[in-house]
């Protein structure tokens, strides 16, 4: 089974207020994603943030997107479901089913699958060792140096897949009012 993490957790310095319940179109940028992880075949989507109300909360506070992960793994499997987590962040709402298929059906041999040059979206295992592999990681990190998705993917057995020339325009970030402004000016959904 396929399932899916939207990481909503960031602080949103840049853009000064909440990133997940900003409007892109007739939607916030939390909407966009989920819908955007269902429909590239998600069954269930959780979202990972320490502020969002029925969100699932860090167990390690302050530790960055790899906790983000991990809580929501854990609570994945908590419920016994076990398969296949696509991750994508909440800041990149132009990212395409197809682009995250793609992601998907690369990711069978591997247990963690990213585009190359782009640390997000991933697909990971969602099993028991992933769970264990991610606490580890976070057990020997100290909060005030946090914790980088690059050393994530080397303690996984990671698979790096190009970017094809026709999805290169959707790995945009949106993490300031200049980056959304810019979004919503050319925004055709």
């Known amino acids: ?44 989507v959780k979202i ?9 909360r860090d167990d390690y506070t302050n530790y960055g997107p790899v906790a983000g992960i991990h809580a929501t793994v854990k609570a994945f ?4 479901k076990v398969g296949q987590i696509l991750v994508v962040p909440v800041d990149m709402p132009i990212l395409s089913a197809k682009t995250l298929q793609r992601l ?9 699958t990213h ?9 990971l295992d969602l099993t028991p060792t992933s769970l264990e592999t991610l606490r580890q990681l976070l057990d020997q990190t ?4 946090g914790i980088s998705l690059k050393r994530m993917f080397r303690d996984f057995n990671e698979h790096i897949i190009t970017v094809g020339s026709e999805q290169a325009h959707e790995f945009v970030n ?16």
């Open 142 to 145: 100290s909060v005030d140096k």
């Open 1 to 44: 089974m396929l399932y899916g993490i939207v990481l909503a957790g960031g602080l949103s310095r840049r853009m000064g207020e909440d990133k997940a319940t900003q409007m892109l179109g007739d939607s916030t940028l939390l909407d966009i994603v989920t819908r955007t992880l269902l429909e590239a075949g998600c069954h269930e």
């Open 77 to 80: 499997l908590k419920e016994n």
């Open 48 to 56: 990972s943030s320490n502020q969002l109300p029925d969100a699932i």
């Open 104 to 112: 998907v059906n690369t990711a069978k041999q591997t247990n963690l």
């Open 115 to 123: 585009f190359e040059d782009y640390q997000l979206p991933i697909s």
């Open 174 to 189: 949106c993490n300031s009012k200049a980056d959304l402004e810019t979004l919503r000016a050319n925004y055709d959904k």
